[in-house]
């Protein structure tokens, strides 16, 4: 028989899946949209997400990286000019072929990516290396008509950044696709209180069209790993089709050097696999679309209490992210409603605690209650947003390395992630039969290869050992594998 | 023989339409893009609308209307119903009907608009008087396949904000209406320095599906009026066919009243339209993304002025929107590069200057230069600010109102409109077929009715005159005429 459900959510150790599924829903993240695969993000994530706009944007500016925006629409002659890139894609792409009741002569493709556009775009405005660097950003839409979707894992349509720079130099190219990775992850980190690990894709996993993708790999409550950004390293690879040349100070001409990078909308899909329990989603206070909920026992009972909480409301919302509740319903009703939605703190009012000029304050992540004086509730949310997103962070990091293993051999990798656990092995093998072996007989793929084999990144796992999976050679490549959505 | 041709710019009195062509590529504003009219937006014309985002997202704040997103994708089942929307927007709707080389089951067209997205939510989340107001609101971007385009005034693709409001209350929803109205007559006067007339659309230019639309109206250079922003009331024009039903205080089923509200980057062509002259653009100070340009006399001659520019450029970096130029080009390059593009503000740091601690200030609105001690620079430019800005609205507000007549005969309105001046008439004949004769016959449309003749906003305009376009009945309706983009 089945446990008790709160609030209509499926436990997660009864089935994850459905439990995500439920949390969405329940805690007022997503509606179904009415083509398969598309969703309505609800004020409660798309708040989320244009706090991510305003820490991202802020990182674009220091970089001096500015914002622009491309059309939608790709021609499909247009598109076909990086093969590998169109290969990629080819299967997902929607094709507009008529505009009200007229054919087109050619086909159109609405954007998986905008690499072609920016491509022409950079090919236009390129021909010196005065030029160079040319950094920019976009915020954009994205179709992919992925087979099987998830809300903000993998939807049809999906909100993203992607940037995009162009060097004269192939060094300064290298070491800014590394810098925004680091940016990433610090995002990951102090923002959406996700703790990752970082490296470089393997042949097989990189984008299509990339020279190295590194990518930063989130763990899930469930074991499995999602992707939650990438920064390419393009070389020459979209600048020799797309003829981004100039003339370097020999006045001679070369192709330029390309980066992209992005995250998207799937970042909330990986902070409620990250941080939500039982109870519903549990949004980290630094990104969160409400930071506090006041909730107040029904106010049309007492003027005086309804005065109360007003003024409480206005003087928190100066400093805080606040939304209050003064509808009739019952606190308990509206203190589960603030649960399953997950916003870090909330602050009931009732008619007791307001007689004291107190106000009781709840973590959503401890749930933990404490009666707190008025005078003292500013100072004391402030402390508690670090405490909960410290609590998060640590309690991610802690869950992420004690389900991570390093082996030596094949056969343990096999073990373990029959655990859904994590594991790095030394691997040689680097061609996408021996992955595409181990997938098939484990479930997992490579998410990464460690930094650690680069000498300016050496750490513990910088040293030889005998690949785990061939058995032969040497080698100072660490793959980390896992099962990932 | 043409005149000369500044920076490759014809003159606006020579050609205004082929002026607009060229400075919005020179001016750095935007690429052509690679589908039929599509642009690319650069980041001079991005940086304008990421300000007019944060402009209005305190605006949506401050009256707890909350950010959303939907999909871009409509299928056409639902498009079909509500039919009188359907009928404003067939002929302009791209539509997928395949996904790689599959073709799909139903047709899926590219939203032109997310109002029936937006009842079926609606319709999901009303069930009782406590649920509303719903005030949310939407940045996206459309697609409305139009048969002749334009940069930022009529593009396949543009990007809007659509807000839309659910009432229980009926009086609410269209006092909330006038109220957005306000909000960007407001903008459109204190940050696009654009002063507009504003007023009800007539039966023939309302928006399909809309009870009464407001619009502001804003003149072009040239004479023609650019509709800026409307504002919607919808009445139960949507509620009703998409079902969104409520309790109300007396138990009984209702339908809800709603409103919808828009401005687009058509904004962007409006400013350059008020404001730009033979130079170029110019950008109005309070929303440009480079309110200061910084042009250096080729720093690598001099390593102490370098220091000196880099300083400053740090300093007022912390206070304004600024651009630095240390390329090697000549200070009359960059200063004509900056006079296209229409910083507001360019400040040039000759080795003269320099030498005296001083710099030369130059505003792009009247060309007046001014030799500024560093010491005050930054109370200067804080003062060139409000001049530049008022300076443009008042020379667009007494451009505006020379160029109205109010006449009294069709007569009177056909001569005007040949001068390509704005007439307002009074008018009783509120049929399509007025209207169209007089478009025909002057190139005109109906603007505008002057809301002088509600009770409440009553003006000088608000008496009884004979209906200048029938001579038959008295009316105290106002239309406005203008020729229009």
Redesign the interface.
């Known amino acids: 028989m089945s446990k008790r459900k709160l609030n209509n959510i499926t436990p997660q150790s009864e089935d994850f899946a459905k439990w995500y599924t439920d949390v969405v829903v329940n805690g007022k993240l997503i509606?179904y949209?009415?083509?398969r695969g598309?969703?309505?993000?609800?004020?409660n994530s798309?708040?989320i997400?244009?706090n991510f706009q305003k820490i991202f944007n802020k990182i674009l500016d220091s970089n001096d990286i500015?914002?622009?925006?491309?059309?939608?629409?790709?021609?499909k002659s247009?598109m076909d000019m990086e093969s590998d890139h169109i290969l990629g894609f080819?299967?997902?792409?929607?094709?507009?072929?008529?505009?009200?009741?007229k054919l087109l002569t050619e086909e159109?493709y609405?954007r998986p990516t905008s690499e072609v556009?920016f491509c022409?775009?950079f090919a236009?405005h390129t021909s010196s290396y005065?030029d160079l660097p040319i950094k920019?950003n976009q915020w954009?839409?994205v179709?992919r008509?992925e087979k099987t979707t998830n809300p903000f894992l993998r939807t049809?349509?999906f909100?993203w950044q992607e940037g995009h720079t162009v060097h004269a130099d192939p060094l300064e190219a290298r070491r800014f696709t590394r810098k925004m990775l680091k940016n990433y992850e610090k995002i990951l980190a102090n923002y959406l209180a996700i703790p990752v690990m970082i490296g470089k894709k393997t042949s097989r996993e990189k984008f299509a069209g990339a020279c190295t993708t590194y990518t930063c790999e989130a763990m899930m409550k469930d074991g499995k790993a999602l992707q939650s950004a990438t920064s390419h390293y393009l070389a020459h690879n979209f600048s020799k089709p797309f003829e981004i040349g100039f003339k370097n100070q020999q006045n001679d001409i070369e192709y330029a050097y390309q980066t992209s990078w992005g995250m998207s909308t799937r970042i909330i899909g990986a902070l409620i696999m990250t941080h939500g329990d039982d109870r519903g989603v549990i949004i980290p206070p630094k990104i969160a679309a409400t930071q506090v909920d006041i909730l107040t026992f029904n106010p049309k009972l007492d003027i005086e209490q309804d005065n109360f909480s007003r003024e409480l409301v206005k003087n928190l919302s100066r400093v805080f992210k606040v939304r209050a509740d003064y509808?009739?319903a019952t606190l308990g009703y509206k203190a589960s409603e603030s649960e399953i939605q997950g916003t870090p703190i909330r602050i009931e009012i009732g008619p007791r605690d307001f007689s004291n000029d107190s106000v009781t304050v709840v973590r959503r992540d401890t749930l933990e209650k404490e009666v707190v004086p008025v005078s003292k509730l500013k100072k004391h949310i402030k402390s508690l947003i670090e405490k909960i997103h410290n609590n998060l962070y640590d309690s991610a990091k802690q869950r992420m390395e004690d389900n991570i293993s390093r082996v030596n051999e094949y056969s343990e990798l096999k073990t373990n992630i029959a655990k859904n656990r994590w594991v790095i092995m030394p691997m040689c093998c680097s061609d996408n039969e021996s992955e595409e072996k181990i997938q098939k007989e484990t479930g997992a793929t490579a998410r990464l290869i460690m930094l650690g084999e680069d000498k300016k990144d050496s750490d513990s796992l910088d040293q030889l050992s005998k690949c785990g999976f061939c058995q032969e050679k040497e080698t100072r490549r660490y793959v980390l594998f896992a099962k990932a959505y």
Request: glycine share 6%.
């Open positions: 509606d949209g009415p083509v598309t969703v309505i993000m609800r004020p798309f708040g997400w244009e500015r914002n622009m925006y491309l059309p939608m629409f790709i021609p247009l080819a299967p997902e792409l929607a094709t507009i072929t008529k505009v009200g009741e159109i609405t556009l022409k775009y236009a005065k920019v954009a839409n179709i008509w049809t349509e909100l509808s009739t």
